[in-house]
């Protein structure tokens, strides 16, 4: 890429380039090959796992609708598409969070609970496979920092999200 002298874009060196491209094949390779064993073993995607790791993460196995689709970077359309999926499986219920201003929540169901403990060992097989053995121990605890820098400047309300119950505390589900 050329340069003009009047430019003050700070334009990435060389060597930032060559990381920047690791980062970008990181991200485009990664969720993919994750994608693909989910789909293979467990019948469902990264996406629809994720959202039943969050729900699973939190008291009584539900969030608002809002806060998931924060949570998973998803606009509200991706996500009430993907839990239409996860409904008629069996794996999630929608409705009413009244600790959380009767908004509409989503909720893991025994059947979700039960096909995140069938998918997770394959998951965490292949998460081992291509990234914690890979790195090794400390890699993956300077990965997993950067990775967590960069959020934060990213989408600072993901980390709040990730490290607080928030407003799904004392969900019932019931109106």
Same mark, same amino acid.
């Given at each position: 890429?050329?340069?003009?002298?009047?430019?003050?874009?700070?334009? +990435?060196?060389?060597?930032?380039?060559?990381?920047?491209?690791?980062?970008?094949?990181?991200?485009?390779? +990664? !969720?993919?090959?994750?994608?693909?064993?989910?789909?293979?073993?467990?019948?469902?995607?990264?996406?629809?796992?994720?959202?039943?790791?969050?729900?699973?993460? @939190? $008291?009584?196995?539900?969030? !608002?609708?809002?806060?998931?689709?924060?949570?998973?970077?998803?606009? $509200?359309?991706?996500?009430?598409?993907?839990?239409? @999926?996860?409904?008629?499986?069996?794996?999630?219920?929608? &409705?009413?969070?009244?600790?959380?201003?009767?908004?509409?929540?989503?909720?893991?169901?025994?059947?979700?609970?039960?096909?995140? @403990? #069938?998918?997770? $060992?394959?998951?965490? #097989?292949?998460?081992?496979? +291509?990234?914690?053995?890979?790195? &090794? $121990?400390?890699?993956?605890?300077?990965? &997993?920092?950067?990775? +967590?820098?960069?959020?934060?400047?990213?989408? !600072?309300?993901?980390?709040?999200?990730?490290?607080?119950?928030? !407003?799904?505390?004392?969900?019932?589900?019931?109106?």
């Amino acid at each position: 890429m050329s340069q003009r002298v009047e430019d003050a874009t700070p334009w +990435l060196s060389d060597a930032q380039i060559d990381d920047w491209k690791a980062v970008v094949a990181l991200l485009t390779t +990664l !969720p993919a090959a994750l994608d693909a064993q989910l789909k293979r073993d467990s019948g469902m995607n990264l996406y629809e796992y994720n959202v039943l790791v969050a729900l699973s993460d @939190r $008291p009584h196995g539900e969030l !608002p609708m809002s806060d998931l689709a924060r949570m998973t970077q998803s606009s $509200p359309s991706r996500l009430s598409h993907a839990i239409g @999926r996860l409904e008629q499986a069996g794996w999630v219920t929608r &409705g009413s969070c009244v600790a959380a201003g009767k908004r509409t929540s989503a909720r893991l169901t025994a059947g979700g609970e039960e096909q995140l @403990r #069938r998918a997770a $060992p394959g998951h965490v #097989r292949e998460v081992r496979r +291509l990234v914690v053995d890979a790195l &090794g $121990p400390e890699r993956m605890s300077a990965l &997993g920092d950067a990775a +967590l820098t960069v959020v934060r400047q990213a989408a !600072p309300d993901v980390v709040d999200l990730l490290a607080a119950c928030g !407003p799904a505390d004392g969900c019932t589900g019931d109106d």
